[in-house]
């Protein structure tokens, strides 16, 4: 089980971190990754971080603004957002990935455990 925290309603400008605690049966030992979902809107891949955070990739509209992390120890993924802008309003979820799967962190069938979401607003 996977639970995200850290949502809220923001200005433009804002910054955010998210966090997302991964439950102690939970195994969490290779990629694990941020997607959101705008209202209207399938879900995207927002950033994603391996085992021992090498390599990291982002999305293209993210990259500069948002950060990525984990720690291991506490099983926690963090999500720094910076510079918020309206286009981020959505959802935001964590998942853990699938050990063995192929180069592609973007596909949501390769996530076999997500959490409930956490809401961000982002207000002009």
Excluded: H
């Amino acid at each position: 089980q996977l639970v995200e925290s850290g949502g809220a309603s923001v200005e433009v400008g804002s910054s955010l971190t998210l966090s997302c605690t991964a439950s102690e049966s939970t195994p969490v030992g290779s990629v694990m990754g941020w997607f959101r979902q705008a209202p209207g809107k399938g879900r995207e891949f927002v950033a994603g971080i391996s085992w021992i955070s090498r390599p990291i990739r982002y999305a293209d509209f993210v990259k500069g603004r948002f950060t990525i992390s984990r720690d291991n120890a506490q099983k926690k993924l963090f999500l720094q957002m910076s510079n918020l802008i309206p286009e981020d309003t959505a959802v935001y979820y964590c998942g853990a990935r699938k050990p063995g799967t192929g180069p592609n962190w973007s596909f949501q069938s390769e996530y076999y455990v997500w959490g409930q979401g956490t809401r961000v607003t982002v207000s002009p």
